[in-house]
């Protein structure tokens, strides 16, 4: 990705694309909800863990980032076949 902030867009538009909860993403990375919220407004001071973390939990989830290029920005995809089997429920 080329830059922090199309990061941290990636990884809201991976969580809406798998249709999780802040929360449920929350658990599934080991982070507060707090640092879900802050990804997603684009706030910076984020930890580089914390944003490493968060991706993580997506990817096992299914979810592949695509870099930009000179003909379109960066993307996320869902791998065909993931089912959610390895998700943390939220009580």
Do not use: H, Y
């Not at 941290?8 to 993403?25: H, T």
């Not at 929350?26 to 706030?43: H, L, M, N, P, W």
């Not at 580089?48 to 920005?73: Q, S, T």
């Amino acid at each position: 990705m080329d830059s922090m902030s199309d990061i941290m867009s990636a990884l809201r538009a991976a969580r809406a694309l798998l249709g999780l909860s802040q929360e449920e993403l929350a658990v599934a990375a080991g982070v507060s909800r707090q640092i879900i919220i802050r990804i997603e407004r684009c706030d910076g001071n984020i930890l580089a863990e914390a944003i490493d973390k968060v991706r993580a939990a997506l990817e096992a989830d299914g979810i592949v980032f695509v870099e930009g290029n000179a003909e379109r920005g960066p993307a996320v995809a869902l791998v065909r076949n993931r089912g959610a089997q390895n998700r943390p429920t939220v009580d």
